[in-house]
Structure formats: C-alpha cells, structure tokens
C-alpha cells in the first residue's frame, strides 16, 4: 500500500492550506484515515480521523473549528482543510491509514504511513 500526501507549504497566520492523501494498492478495504502531526523533539500527535463507513470524524481540541477532515472513497483520498492557521500549527503532517484484509483465520487491520508534508505557518 502506498500513501502519499501532498498539499504543504509555508504560509502566514491566518491563511489557509489543503492538505490530500491519496492511498493505492492492493487491499480489501480502508478502515480509516487519519491525519497526525510531529514537531522536533515532541511525539506524534493526532490531528483527526474519519471512518471509511459512516464517516465518523474526530478532532483533536486544538483544531476544532478551524479544521475539517473529509475523504472521497472512490478515489481512496482524504483531505484536511485547514483555515485560521497559527505558527503553533507548524510541522510535518503526516497521513494514516488503516486497511483492513480478510482470511479464514479471520480479519486483520495494518497501519501505513505517508513520507510526511512540511507546514510552516510564520507570524
């Protein structure tokens, strides 16, 4: 399975980015997706999930009414709108998602990665 994320950038406070996550491959079906952000130094931390199903969201507090997570199924992509931007905001964003694979043995769940995309918010 392969992620990819595109859509960073440097940009001032206040401004707006879209961020996308495209994931193909081979697999039975997406479970979720997700995005998370890491900073230097700090631990990776969730920035929202949305289910492939019913479309569940969740948001981190930090970004509540500023961000909103949203996917196309058909294409395997997800987005991340991201308005009213703060240089807190800055760092790589990476993209998760979750496949699921069916056996005999029964149902199985695996994590994959995006390479990550710089955001720099300045002041």
């Known amino acids: 399975v392969q992620v990819v994320e595109s859509g960073g950038g440097l940009v001032q406070a206040g401004a707006s980015l879209r961020l996308s996550c495209t994931a193909s491959?081979?697999?039975?079906?997406?479970?979720?997706m997700g995005w998370f952000r890491q900073v230097p130094g700090k631990q990776r931390e969730l920035v929202a999930t949305?289910?492939?199903?019913?479309?569940?969201?969740y948001y981190a507090d930090f970004v509540k009414g500023r961000f909103t997570i949203s996917r196309d199924n058909v294409k395997n992509t997800m987005y991340l709108q991201m308005n009213s931007l703060k240089p807190d905001d800055t760092a790589v964003y990476y993209c998760?998602?979750?496949?699921?694979?069916?056996?005999?043995?029964?149902?199985?769940?695996?994590?994959?990665w995006g390479q990550g995309t710089q955001i720099t918010v300045s002041a």
């Open positions: 998760h998602v979750e496949t699921q694979e069916e056996y005999y043995s029964g149902s199985y769940r695996y994590d994959h």
């Open positions: 491959g081979s697999f039975f079906r997406i479970a979720s």
């Open positions: 949305i289910s492939s199903g019913d479309g569940t969201t």
